[in-house]
């Protein structure tokens, strides 16, 4: 999995719940920001990872699996 491939679920996984990145960070508890397209490249150009911390959030919040997130990847 690379940096695109993870953060290309996010936006699917979203996408999938019919919810924006914002949306879906809101109803995780997280800042609404945390997801922003922004927030994935540092101002050096160095790649941000979401945490595990994050998915985890967003997992329990929609109710769906990890197994399910990997798919996003894909579609």
């Known amino acids: 999995?690379?940096?695109?491939?993870?953060?290309?679920?996010?936006?699917?996984?979203a996408t999938k719940h019919n919810m924006s990145c914002s949306g879906l960070a809101k109803?995780?508890?997280l800042d609404a920001t945390t997801f922003n397209k922004?927030?994935?490249w540092s101002k050096y150009g160095q790649p941000r990872w979401p945490?595990?911390?994050?998915?985890?959030?967003?997992l329990n919040?929609?109710?769906?699996?990890?197994?399910?997130?990997?798919?996003?990847?894909?579609e």
Do not use: P, V
Request: glycine letters at 4%.
């Open 1 to 13: 999995m690379t940096h695109q491939d993870i953060w290309q679920a996010i936006d699917n996984f």
């Open 51 to 58: 945490s595990t911390y994050s998915i985890s959030k967003i």
């Open 61 to 74: 919040a929609t109710g769906d699996s990890l197994e399910n997130f990997t798919k996003c990847i894909y």
């Open 27 to 29: 109803i995780s508890g």
């Open 38 to 40: 922004s927030k994935r």
